[in-house]
């Protein structure tokens, strides 16, 4: 083939760098139920930037902004330890309210979330913060305040709602700060264990369907826990029967499903093939027919959609962006378009970039006191 002929599409990263840059300002219509949790948003954005190597393309005085913001979201004062709050859509309208009303029963009422700690401490590790100003104590005892006498974690204390997004979101706090001293390790990971499907699969909770996402939470909280734990580690015997079953998630289109018998979606790309290369089975799907599939999901107006045809969102885009990540396609060198798959690699167990996840490291467990 003559030089300079394409035969692969290629990633459309102006326009996904730039749909990510807009969703940060102004959310589509169809997005707003996202503002909501616009933590999770923010981390979505900025992770796409992060991967796609741009965010030196954001102005400095933009980035102090968001860190600012950011730390306005730390709540310190809840009886049952400090985080994060999802956003500014439950907080007073004024300083001199927050000044009245951020007594500890009030601030009960407006408690820190284990999942946008989580995503908080990311996005503060991309914007290169220096975590300074981060409670550390206050977070392990808010873990610890999550946890219920079965092993697993609620969003937020005294909830009655669990599953196991919330235990790998607390396993990847505790895995940042270095410190596993709030929770039961044990207890958490004999849950994980109890939600293991006949099939190899890992659902919500015990006796739920073996689903990717899911499978992906339960492999990496499995892989985070210090060594101490590794006698959780899957067997032989169940490393290939859970592989076996994510393999089968690949769909004739090259995308992932999430469950048994589903059409593909770009996000369990990602949840499914990740879930892959923890168990150290990544070489044995075709990983440049998903690339193909994502390349399909791409939007003409930037990012990238849970399907070909429909609108991107910057969730979908995100995690395509983090498949791929994991997995560039297998391109000849001299493929016109092989330059504009090059993204950086993904820290798999913490799902960042992995500069990102070392700054984090770094910069998060701070002095001992
Ligand atoms: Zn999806």
Redesign the pocket.
């Known amino acids: 083939m003559p030089p300079d002929v394409p035969s692969f599409p290629a990633l459309l990263r102006p326009g996904h760098i730039a749909s990510s840059r807009r969703c940060l300002t102004a959310l589509p219509a169809s997005q707003t139920e996202m503002d909501a949790s616009r933590l999770g948003l923010v981390y979505y954005c900025f992770g796409s930037i992060d991967l796609l190597c741009a965010m030196e393309e954001i102005p400095d005085s933009n980035k102090e902004a968001w860190r600012e913001w950011i730390w306005e979201q730390q709540q310190t004062k809840s009886e049952t330890g400090s985080g994060f709050r999802t956003g500014t859509f439950m907080t007073p309208a004024t300083p001199e309210q927050t000044e009245a009303e951020q007594t500890p029963s009030y601030a009960n009422y407006d408690s820190p979330h284990i999942i946008m700690t989580y995503v908080a401490l990311l996005i503060l590790a991309m914007l290169r913060d220096d975590f300074s100003r981060l409670d550390r104590r206050g977070i392990v005892k808010f873990l610890g305040s999550c946890q219920r006498p079965d092993g697993s974690f609620t969003t937020v204390p005294r909830d009655a709602e669990q599953d196991l997004r919330t235990l790998y979101c607390a396993f990847a706090i505790c895995s940042l700060l270095d410190d596993w001293s709030g929770i039961d390790v044990e207890r958490a990971l004999t849950f994980v264990e109890s939600c293991r499907t006949y099939e190899g699969g890992y659902g919500q909770s015990s006796f739920c369907e073996g689903h990717g996402g899911i499978t992906y939470i339960a492999l990496a909280s499995i892989y985070l826990a210090p060594p101490e734990y590794s006698k959780h580690h899957l067997t032989p015997a169940q490393k290939a029967e859970t592989t076996r079953w994510l393999l089968n998630l690949q769909h004739e289109s090259g995308g992932f499903c999430?469950r048994t018998n589903k059409e593909a979606?770009?996000?369990?790309c990602f949840w499914s093939s990740a879930a892959l290369k923890i168990l150290g089975a990544g070489n044995l799907f075709d990983s440049t027919r998903m690339a193909e599939y994502l390349a399909s999901c791409q939007f003409k107006f930037g990012g990238i959609a849970?399907v070909p045809g429909e609108t991107s969102d910057p969730?979908?885009t995100y995690l395509s962006l983090a498949a791929l990540a994991l997995y560039p396609p297998d391109l000849d060198e001299s493929d016109a378009n092989a330059a504009t798959w090059k993204l950086d690699p993904l820290d798999v167990l913490i799902n960042a970039r992995e500069s990102t996840a070392a700054w984090a490291r770094q910069y998060i467990p701070g002095p001992r006191s």
Request: hydrophobic share 10%; charged share 25%; proline share 0%.
């Open positions: 999430g979606d770009a996000c369990y849970k969730y979908h």
